[in-house]
């Protein structure tokens, strides 16, 4: 079955504790992509990648890290987490033969960041 | 100015009725657009990609207006599991790669 999954699924950590929340596609997509969906705000994007060894920034990267050393891998990183990046993280990615905006998310991250 | 706006509704509608919104975006440039729903804390999921002519998919109907920078989604005949936040995503022609989506519009349907 084609998917995204991205694990934990739900965390509550402390402030300053590093983590890290995996993604991971298997439809060998190009284009993998990280948002934040806050009350009110909608969707942002915080890094996206074009293909393995290629990020780049979104609209709100700041206090977050990507790596993409594998195709299918997409990891988010929060060094020193802080209560303003509690949100709920999405994973998504796409192919650019079908055009980026076409996307496939996962089920989603709940952070809370005490 | 966001660059991308949506109503926030909700929209409250009974069963069978047609119901449509609109989303507005500040780039004269953009290039592809689409819209996707979200259910109550579940993931967005594609609904449609938006074409300059205009496209429909059963019930669903999507326009683009290039020249009032807006798209819209019509729902004819609406079904209770039809309720659902509608997003709609732009994509900057600057940057191909960089996804824009709208705040998202809340549809309710009731009985």
């Known amino acids: 079955e084609a998917q995204v999954t991205q694990n934990p699924r739900y965390l509550i950590t402390v402030t300053g504790k590093k983590l890290t929340v995996t993604c991971s596609q298997n439809?060998?997509?190009?284009?993998m992509s990280w948002y934040r969906q806050d009350p009110g705000l909608g969707l942002r994007q915080i890094y996206y990648s074009m293909n393995v060894e290629v990020t780049d920034k979104g609209d709100v990267p700041e206090g977050y890290k990507v790596s993409r050393k594998e195709k299918r891998n997409f990891p988010l990183i929060l060094e020193s987490p802080s209560p303003n990046q509690t949100s709920l993280y999405f994973c998504?990615?796409?192919?650019?033969?079908?055009?980026?905006?076409?996307?496939?998310f996962g089920p989603g991250t709940r952070l809370t960041v005490l | 100015r966001k660059e991308v706006e949506q109503d926030p509704g909700p929209f409250n509608v009974p069963e069978g009725a047609t119901v449509a919104f609109n989303c507005t975006y500040s780039?004269?440039?953009?290039?592809?657009f689409f819209w996707y729903r979200q259910d109550c804390r579940k993931e967005p999921k594609l609904l449609m990609s938006v074409y300059s002519s205009g496209n429909e998919d059963g019930r669903f109907t999507a326009q683009l207006n290039r020249a009032s920078q807006y798209i819209s989604l019509l729902i004819r005949d609406s079904k209770l599991s039809d309720s659902a936040t509608y997003l709609c995503v732009v994509t900057p022609r600057s940057s191909a790669s960089k996804i824009i989506f709208g705040s998202g519009t809340r549809l309710s349907i009731r009985p």
């Open positions: 439809m060998n997509h190009e284009y």
């Open positions: 998504a990615s796409s192919s650019p033969s079908l055009g980026v905006g076409e996307q496939f």
């Open positions: 780039n004269s440039a953009s290039q592809s």
